[in-house]
């Protein structure tokens, strides 16, 4: 089963907390959207299976047709259809990033820049900084909860989005949250620097090979990440033998994705 209410959050950061190694542990982000209602993400850094480390691939200067999609959109929470044509973020299928760039992190080091809160904490507070730039979130929301304060930065009610990572090849564990389309992460725009930057998170306990409708791993979960140079070609359209004459031989030519 997908997640129940897949979206995209579009809203200004305006703090942040850093949780340790005793709680769950997330990089927690305050938002509020232009309507004056508060939203906390909820980021994973650390997995709940062996490995712990996740896996990330940062873009700063993130260029992909996905940006043009969300336009239009309004400012707080938009829930997304499912399927492609549309914003939606998808690891294995949207062409979003070479997921052989991924690397791993540990959750939270001593010291600076060494840790996955400490990469998070370099994108987020630049937008914090900058009021014109506006956070987007992609995930499954939860709330709002009319009587209960939110338990990080306490504004009532409570609401949020989590999930903001690699939503598909889950272990069994976690294979009900499978689907397609549906996968999180986080882009923000610097409108005064015309740039986004792209932030995306995956478990390596997932696997990259899923099934085209359910979402689920295609043999065993071993976190296997294609390599370099070895991606795969997906054709997604093909015109064969149309009506009418058509005297020339019938070929297929493969563009591997930039």
Do not use: C
Request: hydrophobic share 35%.
């Amino acid at each position: 089963m997908p997640l129940k209410t897949y979206g995209v959050l579009i809203a200004r950061a305006v703090d942040t907390r850093r949780e340790g190694a005793d709680d769950t542990p997330h990089y927690q982000i305050h938002l509020t959207d232009e309507h004056g209602t508060n939203y906390r993400a909820a980021v994973n850094v650390l997995s709940q299976q062996r490995p712990s480390e996740l896996l990330y691939f940062v873009s700063e200067d993130f260029r992909h047709p996905v940006t043009a999609r969300l336009e239009g959109l309004g400012s707080g929470w938009n829930t997304l259809p499912p399927g492609p044509g549309g914003p939606n973020l998808d690891y294995v299928r949207g062409n979003l990033f070479d997921p052989a760039r991924m690397r791993k992190l540990p959750a939270d080091l001593e010291g600076p820049d060494n840790d996955l809160a400490d990469l998070l904490d370099h994108s987020v507070r630049r937008a914090v900084a900058d009021p014109e730039a506006r956070v987007y979130l992609f995930g499954e929301r939860w709330g709002p909860e009319p009587r209960a304060k939110d338990k990080i930065f306490g504004f009532l009610p409570g609401n949020g989005v989590h999930d903001i990572h690699m939503n598909q090849g889950n272990s069994r564990r976690f294979r009900d949250d499978d689907g397609v389309w549906q996968d999180g992460g986080m882009l923000i725009h610097f409108p005064a620097q015309s740039r986004w930057v792209g932030v995306f998170l995956a478990f390596q306990s997932q696997s990259w090979e899923t099934d085209d409708v359910t979402g689920h791993a295609i043999g065993d979960v071993d976190g296997t990440r294609p390599v370099p140079g070895t991606r795969p070609v997906r054709i997604v359209a093909a015109l064969v033998n149309p009506r009418g004459g058509d005297p020339e031989a019938e070929t297929v030519t493969p563009r591997p994705r930039p």
